[in-house]
């Protein structure tokens, strides 16, 4: 079952990913690996069937053999021959003949009865979702989160951990002068961390979220989602769970740091269920820069998407998805990185318009690391190792030069060196082609972060 199990996933997953698979020529890396479990797999299954056989076998063989045995043994120990004990004794060997021939059955059935129990006890003893969302009786505050909140750890983490516990409860003396052959990274469970009123958010405000790659500026949009749980303490579990409280007045819209798209048309991906209203579907579109890219495709709106917006490029899924929280008109709109997928124009375009623009009466909280257009938002929160280090306008933060000042310097730098970049392979491509020098410059042009005004 376990091979069975292995095989079925790598097949999943190479049916899932074929395309890529496919581009990159992976096949025969995933040939290895799935004909490496169907090995396994066929051991078992050919010790499984010798078995089988050998049960067959035992079916037709013993009751001749059982025979031979008690008569033999009767006639030779002296006992009579006469038709009415033979007849009855066959009778009632025959009796025995079938639990006895069930029973190797009865055997396999329990062992595969305990293997599917085993697997439905473990979603059973899963941890019921903990609910800690609360209502605020301040009408004004649109989001509050508070508490420690971590991912739910893997079987697979757990098991390690259980490993590493058990090897530090062995003597440790008796690995002196072995040979470390594996070198092992130390692991560190992510926690989110949040303070009392770290984290209030007044009806529509947009609020940045900015901090380092895996300072936690998803999972903060997760825990406000309620998919991150709150921490228990090891020693009193309940105490920790019972401080932590989410605040959500009204409907929310999400964007996911990964878009998420449907196998359905164009139309259908942004209205998502609601019903259709032509002037506020063109608004999303024409907010998320949308109209220039369904020129291209071949039916339009009615443009069928495939699995996983396989004929979108990474930009137009991610406008797409931008499209549908517009779309939406919720209260509460959550936007994970929406403009890392874009050019830097369309991201001022989707900035301008639709995030600070149309986006205007509702609450928004933007996960970004395009921190050119943070001049102009309410408010900055930056995160490092799942902690606020720092919060306020970008004025406050300016004057104070502290994290996110050295976050700003450091995607200034990034920038430059882009610019410089694209700059040099322009004059390669210059010189390649013989064009003047001026007609390359003349096409160049660097954003001014720090003339951007405050907007909200
Ligand atoms: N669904 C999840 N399950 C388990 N762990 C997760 C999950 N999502 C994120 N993490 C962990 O949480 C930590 C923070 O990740 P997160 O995605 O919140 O960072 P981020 O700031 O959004 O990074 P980025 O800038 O790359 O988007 C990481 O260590 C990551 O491994
Ligand atoms: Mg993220």
Redesign the pocket.
């Known amino acids: 079952m376990k091979f069975t199990d292995s095989r079925n996933s790598t097949i999943n997953e190479a049916l899932q990913g074929i395309k890529i698979l496919k581009l990159y020529a992976w096949e025969s890396f995933f040939q290895k690996k799935i004909q490496k479990f169907r090995d396994d797999e066929m051991v078992h299954c050919a010790k499984f069937n010798y078995i089988a056989a050998y049960q067959t076998m035992m079916y037709v063989a013993i009751p001749l053999f059982i025979n031979v045995g008690t008569f033999g043994s009767h006639y030779l120990m002296g006992g009579d021959m006469d038709p009415s004990t033979i007849f009855t004794a066959i009778a009632l060997l025959q009796i025995i003949r079938m639990p006895l021939t069930m029973l190797p059955m009865m055997i396999i059935g329990f062992i595969q009865a305990q293997n599917a129990l085993s697997r439905m006890q473990k979603y059973f003893d899963a941890d019921e979702q903990f609910d800690f969302t609360e209502k605020s009786s301040d009408e004004s505050i649109s989001l509050k989160l508070q508490g420690d909140f971590s991912?739910e750890e893997s079987d697979d983490a757990k098991k390690e951990e259980e490993k590493e516990e058990e090897v530090k409860g062995e003597d440790v003396t008796k690995d002196v002068g072995t040979e470390l052959t594996e070198i092992k990274l130390e692991t560190q469970k992510?926690t989110l961390t949040l303070n009392q009123s770290e984290f209030v958010v007044k009806k529509g405000e947009l609020i940045a979220i900015v901090?380092e790659?895996?300072?936690?500026?998803?999972?903060?949009i997760?825990a406000l989602l309620g998919e991150m749980e709150p921490t228990s303490d090891k020693n009193s579990p309940s105490n920790k769970r019972q401080q932590a409280f989410r605040v959500v007045s009204g409907n929310v819209s999400y964007s996911s740091?990964v878009p998420w798209i449907v196998n359905e048309t164009v139309k259908n991906n942004i209205t998502m269920g609601l019903p259709f209203n032509q002037e506020k579907f063109n608004r999303a579109l024409e907010l998320c820069a949308l109209v220039d890219d369904l020129r291209m495709l071949p039916a339009g709106v009615n443009t069928e998407i495939g699995e996983k917006g396989i004929n979108l490029s990474g930009g137009q899924k991610a406008r797409l998805c931008l499209a549908r929280c517009v779309y939406r008109e919720a209260d509460v709109v959550f936007l994970d990185?929406p403009l890392s997928a874009v050019d830097a124009h369309v991201g001022k375009h989707l900035f301008e318009k639709c995030i600070s623009g149309a986006f205007e009466d509702q609450t928004v909280i933007l996960?970004t690391?395009q921190l050119q257009v943070l001049s102009s938002v309410s408010r900055i929160i930056v995160?490092k190792n799942?902690a606020v280090t720092e919060q306020g306008t970008y004025k406050d933060l300016y004057e104070k030069k502290g994290e996110f000042m050295s976050l700003m310097d450091k995607h200034n730098n990034k920038t430059k060196e882009k610019e410089k970049e694209k700059e040099s392979e322009k004059l390669e491509r210059g010189k390649l082609r013989g064009e003047s020098m001026d007609s390359i410059h003349s096409d160049h042009s660097v954003e001014d972060v720090a003339s951007q005004k405050p907007s909200r």
């Open positions: 991912w992510f901090g790659v895996g300072s936690g500026k998803s999972s903060l997760s740091q990185d996960a690391n995160l799942g």
